[in-house]
């Protein structure tokens, strides 16, 4: 991916926590080269987070000297050194302000989180800010949905997070299908197409009755046992019940709205089949190009355009 | 516990997925003597449920030719011979009309499990009919709540089980502390007082917001992070949010109503709290006495008061 036409200018991470992107980018936001490991937070407790860096930016062929930027978990108060979050409500051109230097040879900084700090809706966020940074004009008004492990939804208003949900979906659906007695309904190789009867069914079951998933969960199981559905359906319709348990609330809770959502794999077709079922007016964007993208808006904030 | 002046007449036994419970019991329906164990139905698919069934029969002390009648999972597909369900709607004192024997020295026989079959809602019980007989008139009209691993509420009328829902609440409970995020934020040796705060708060969320249950699990976490709440708190929360969503559900569905509660212990204690508060004109019932109850109305059925 080396070009002499494009030199580099920064390294823009995406320190997760299980997993580590590292990008060598060009002034022009565009990524020279990739490295990408397992060493996330977790592995770096134990290992220590500046010696994975040192490994990555060598693989990246980074010359030194080259600032760094991190966004997630490597600024959480367990990761490398904490980036204190920012409090809602708080504008994401300003994100930059908020990082931390760390004790490393040459300018390495993370991004902080936002967070929520309301005794009657407390959540967090670190690494998401970062890609509504990517996705965003600095005036934009409107919803963003980041499906995953823990589905974010975040209500924009003229460039300022002003307030946010997380839902467990995707570890509900692990912990559900791997260690309840659904194990036995569910095939975890299963895939869930967005097209299949059985995600639709779990989808409109949870849309016409929010409040009912614990009760829904049973009735997949009692489903097999009564000869209605089959055992090759079971991730489908969970993964159906989850999502539209999700969807209605987050539309109870936002409002049906422009939306853009962050995720263009699998699970983002799943979402926007979803979604746009329900009305709302969706416009997809890739969740790694989001990260770039936010990392270098904020470069561009730090080191000036020049770097 | 044995007394000359109450001859053996018949032996009681619920036969769940992992635990034995048997009753030496009188014509009069008093306990004579008891005998539990873990082998229950997962234990006996391997060590086989005849001798296992021997065992316990000796342990009550039961005389030659005494007669064994089983509620529960031993009925199972997958248990020691299968009771195929009767299904809803289905009059409770016909339960024994649906008993079938085993292949066993003597007279032994397993009742029946009820079964929804309809495609919209299916369900299943196996064990709780049982106890249902045993705290209903023959022309009851009413709900009864049971709660546990797996809570049903059944609506029934003129002693009738004419509908019912199945809720994943113990399990979700056990599943979501154990093995999700929520694990740091969960002390499971922490005990969930009727009267906590952190119990109420957690009821009070979920009736508030049923369908938000996925939100609501992370806001435990992030309350944590941002020192709103403490771990200690942790269990307690769950517990609340989890009955608080369920009982919403229930209450939608079913309406607020006279109400048996199925459950004397720490867990009816939580429920009760939480139903009165809800309006429900709340009987409790001890669990137990309703399965042995149950099963001495069966077993008078089938045998007749002189055995």
Known sequence: MTSVSTPPAFVAVDWGTSSFRGWLMSAKGEAIAESRGGEGM?????SGFAPVLRHHLTRLGAPDGTPVLICGMAGARQGWREAPYLKTPTRLEALHEGAIRVD???DVRILPGIAQARADRPD??????TQLLGVT????TGLV???GTHSKWIRIEGGHVVEFSTYMTGELFSVISQHSILAHAIETDGSSQADSAPFREGLAAALAAPSGLSASLFRLRAAQLLGFEQRSDGAARLSGLLIGTEIADARHQYGVQALRL???GQLGRLYEAALKAQGFDVTVADAEEASRF???KAAINIWGTQF
Chains 1, 2 share one sequence.
């Open 145 to 147: 949905c980041i499906p």
């Open 104 to 106: 490393a040879p040459g």
């Open 294 to 296: 936010g990392l270098t």
């Open 137 to 140: 004009e600095p005036d934009f």
């Open 124 to 129: 967090v966020m670190r690494g998401e800010e």
């Open 42 to 46: 977790l592995h770096c407790v134990t």
């Open 262 to 264: 962050i995720g263009a």
